[in-house]
């Protein structure tokens, strides 16, 4: 059993509107696997209609801004099929600095196609990290905290897995909290992102991974729910820095004596 079972979190709220998805943890489990295999090969695309084309400069001042350099050391949780990574490499200098990490064999193919040679890649849990302790400068996460079972349990293997004085970076979109800037993001991500996806691509699974997307950003847990995980999982200088009402950057730091906290 996990130890931590006690201290489990969703980041979604699971019993709201995810019935028409799946019923329980298991099939929860099989449906997210299906679908990121499925889609894979399209979400390069789907992803460039979803942010105008602006999705690598956004992914990369972040890692900027988390404080990444020449020389360090990625891990990159979710890798998908290398958004983040890529910046990463471009930053670092070093591919075989960054190690990218998926449970979906069909995104992690993505990734190799077009980094793989360069760049270590893992298929494994978040929740669980077959990687050692204190080996990476920084952690990174795009767009796939609303996909972990248990969001504590992920963040203290992300605390585990950095060095002293690590920094960890979180990208999510959150679901706005003025009104006219949720009228508009339902109207665009609830609908129209949807339907172009499976317009553009023909698939099926892209729509409806698309309207996933949205659904769990409606459902996710608060802001201040998720800091508050960040800080209990042992990070210092938990902040969330907030554009549109609609783009999260989650950072938090470990501690220089970081090893001592756990
Ligand atoms: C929306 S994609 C994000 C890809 C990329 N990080 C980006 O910035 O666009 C979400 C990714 O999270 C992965 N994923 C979902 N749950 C996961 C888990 N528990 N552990 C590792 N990867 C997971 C999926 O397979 C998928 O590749």
Redesign the pocket.
């Known amino acids: 059993m996990d130890t931590h079972e006690e201290d489990k979190l969703a980041p979604i709220d699971c019993d709201a509107a995810f019935s028409e998805y799946y019923t329980d943890p298991l099939t929860r489990d099989v449906f997210?696997?299906k679908l990121?295999?499925e889609t894979?090969h399209h979400?390069d695309h789907i992803?460039r209609v979803l942010s105008f084309g602006s999705?690598s400069w956004y992914?990369r001042r972040e890692l900027l801004e988390a404080g990444l350099r020449p020389g360090m050391s990625v891990l990159?949780?979710?890798?998908?099929?290398?958004?983040?990574?890529r910046q990463a490499i471009l930053i670092t200098g070093e591919p075989s600095a960054v190690v990218g990490?998926?449970?979906?064999a069909?995104?992690l193919a993505e990734v190799r196609r077009g980094l793989g040679r360069q760049m270590t890649l893992i298929r494994?849990?978040?929740?669980q990290l077959p990687l050692a302790d204190g080996g990476f400068h920084l952690v990174?996460?795009?767009?796939?905290l609303r996909?972990?079972?248990n969001l504590n349990a992920?963040l203290r293997e992300f605390h585990r897995v950095l060095k002293p004085g690590g920094r960890l970076l979180i990208?999510e979109i959150g679901r706005p909290s003025s009104r006219v800037a949720l009228a508009l993001a339902r109207a665009y991500l609830a609908r129209i992102v949807p339907w172009l996806s499976g317009w553009t691509t023909g698939s099926k699974p892209a729509r409806t991974?698309m309207r996933y997307?949205w659904d769990t950003i409606e459902h996710c847990i608060a802001p201040e729910s998720i800091l508050a995980a960040i800080r209990a999982a042992g990070f210092e200088h938990a902040q969330c820095g907030v554009e549109w009402d609609l783009f999260r950057a989650y950072l938090g730091k470990k501690s220089c004596n970081g090893a001592d906290l756990r």
């Open positions: 997210l696997r990121f295999d894979a979400y992803n999705g992914r990159d949780v979710a890798i998908g099929t290398g958004l983040v990574a990490l998926d449970l979906s069909g995104m494994a849990d978040a929740e990174s996460m795009g767009y796939a996909h972990v079972a992920a990208l991974l997307y």
